[in-house]
């Protein structure tokens, strides 16, 4: 199994090499089935590896490739399947593989299928070799590729100027956190000598002191990486954009795996973070503000993909709570169950806009739309894992477990209360959505059916959106708590509050869904009446992040350019004129006095003397085999005499 | 005797191979080379090397002159009518350069080695010779021959009859 | 027993010569046989050298060194025949194609 490893990035990024330079020869039908064979591939590798004791406590690893050996240091491209590993590579091919099937039928239409296969599989490729790579160098090429991947399918219809220009925003925004971590890898090589991640490890838990200055700056350095790649605050601003792109793309890239790099890499670092507990506090700290950011930004959405998107980011703040409180597993779990909920929310929000001429306001949808009772069923089943429906739906119960954990961290009573605050909101916006789109649909005739190769990840991704949850049950429950048993080796266990404490919360968590439900069909009803929610366009542009970003570092930018330009005016370029002046009347000098008179002359010397010089050496040219002979003895008496000499 | 006999050949190569300067006829020419080559191949006999010796006569001596002559008598020429070159003017550089080439090469030779002490000729059997032949130098007689098939291959080329 | 400086002396006089005969005579066929007796005052020296130390490597090098000859006179004798079917000539003089004009400026 060890030799198979490769298999797992390799499938994706062959058949994106193979899409890209014989794409030309091949039909839409080719090339939609190669890339779905092999995301297929990738996925069964998987499931070998499960098969083949991936899940033992002992880690499977491949050393592909050595790209240089300088001295001792030797980067490889090295594969490591641990359990963490094991986790992200399921859910990354497993979601992977029925996006490609959902954009076979989606994407029928268009007529840059090819790019858009290339860089779908080039990004599972790297999204795969990122989360299977065992040194830090080989995971910042997935992060790189996987951030290019992103950039060009955000603007996959490039024409569009304003979708061009949102590609942009995410490549820009998200390269400051990539830079940022690259500087941490920087100084982590620096100091350990080795990008090894199992070597890293024993030498930072060996040589750093906990608090220590350097593992704190190092860990901040890494975390911002993440917050830029995982939309947090305040490298958000790309997400909500990122929604131009194809919805497949949304569903894959910007709520199930890309934008969940960043968790899996601070859920890595793990070790590098329990040495610093400030750092640790900022992330929950900053998890919890993007909470409350993103859901009540997706409250005043009318554009249901943005509304999704803020969706996205509020639900990975809850991944950073759960890292920041030092529940990696629960993360992990959040990870899981997000990735299923909300790929089904993209791809049947991007099945209604399909089938309803790329409408995408959701009050025009839910008026004129048109729905099958499939999407309504599966948006249901979305919204309410969103929202986290207790008991019955997966979301509830990887929210539950993040939600108890956080209670005994520092200040956890603060940061639970933002968080369940959090959930009374998220049940609000998705559940606002639903009924806005579905309230009265049933009056409307579906327009166009839609396509059978759609429908069944649909039906798996629901299935899962229910199902996955039943893996851990809540703290005090009486059912199985495999997740976390299964994830005690990488992480150690998470403290709970006492019991009696423990059921308190989980009744107000639960109650609060409901409640959220019920207020959405209040807002519902009074919103069609045309009542605006107070501060909704502050909310609806993203708490005026945009607008400050714009005012603060485009405008000052603007501003320092102008200093700029006003000094060159009156500066430089009157030196320069002064300048060209000298010059003018220096160059006028030249070509009178100095040109006429010594250079004429003395090229015009230079040439007589060449030409009488060629005519000397070339009376040694001339054809006549024994005067060679004798230039070549001549030469040999020169050489030995002087040797002798 | 042993001498007498040496440095008698060792006369002869060098005038036959002076003849060659001066004879005009090409004939001539060619047959004092055959003495300067046969000579010479007394002297490696002299000197202990019988194998070489006998390789000398046979193919200097035997299969090199014949091409030689039968290049003459195809081309059918006759005595030069060039000058000799003790009369023209131009033969003094040369010969002065020859000169001092080799006085140099003396100098080198007698600032070189010394003599060793025993006074017998060793003979190299040709057994001595073939065994070094075919023992270190087996590859160096691999490239040799790719040498002379190279050499048949351009003649071949060079002498066929369609020009292209 | 002749000393090896002796054999030594006849090898450059033979080399000389050789240089010589290239140097002043025009027919190719003499200068071909310039060639012959330089290559034959170089063979002296290897087999006077390998004697001097009674090893066959001289022996072994002027086996090659006929090879070698062997292999340069047969093309160098087709050249020659076939410089006098072209050009009707086997002086050395008239053979002056890669000649310098400098009348004629560069080509």
Known sequence: MNQLLWLIPGAPILSALIIVLLGGFLRYRHIAVLASCAAAAAFLTVLLAWLNGAANAQPLQQTVYTWVAVGDWRPTVGLMLDRISLVMVSVVSGVGLLIHLYSIAFMAKDNDYRRYYFFLNLFLGGMLLLVLADNLLLLYLGWELVGLCSFALIGFWYRDPVRASAGRKAFITTRIGDLSLALGIFLLFSQFNTLSLPVLFDAISEQWQPNSQLAAITAFMIFAGAVGKSAQIPLQVWLPDAMAGPSPVSALIHAATMVTAGVYLIARMHPLFELTPLVQWTVAAIGAVTILYGASSALAQNDLKRVLAYSTISQIGYMFLALGCGAYAFALFHLVTHAFFKSLLFLTAGAIIQANNHEHDIHRLGSHGGHSLLMHGCFLVGAASLAGIPVITAGFYSKEAILTTVWPASTGQLLWVIAALGTLVTSIYIFRTYFLLFQNSQKAVSISPVNRMMVWPLFILALLSITAGFVEFPAGWPGPQLWSTWLENEFGTATHPPLATVYVLQLIASLLPLLGAGIAFLLVRREKTGYRLPLSDFLRDGWKFDATYKIVLVGGYFRLAHFFKLIESLLIDAMLHKMTRGYKVFATYCRTGFEYGVLNRGLNGLLSGLRFGHAQLSTAQNGLLNRYALMICAGAVFLLGYWLW | MYEIIFYLTAAVTVLAAGSILIVRNPIHAALYLVIALLALALLFFLLGAPLLAALQVMIYAGAIMVLFLFLIMVMNLRPTQEQLPFLSAGWKVPAFLALILWLELLVLFFGLLPEPADETITVIEPKVVGESLFGPYLLVVEAAAILLLAALIAVLYLSRKKRL | ?107
Request: aromatic share 8%; hydrophobic share 60%; proline share 3%.
């Open chain 3, 1 to 107: 027993m002749i000393p090896l400086s002796h054999s030594l002396i006849i090898a450059a006089l033979l080399f000389t010569l050789g240089l010589l005969i290239i140097m002043l005579r025009r027919e190719l066929l003499f200068i071909l046989m310039g060639l012959e007796v330089m290559f034959n005052g170089a063979a002296l020296t290897a087999i006077a050298a390998g004697q001097y130390w009674t090893n066959a490597d001289g022996q072994v090098l002027t086996i090659f060194l006929t090879v070698v000859t062997a292999a340069e006179l047969a093309i160098a004798l087709i050249l020659v025949w076939l410089v006098f079917e072209r050009l009707n000539t086997t002086r050395a003089d008239n053979l002056k194609l890669l000649k310098d004009n400098i009348d004629r400026g560069p080509p």
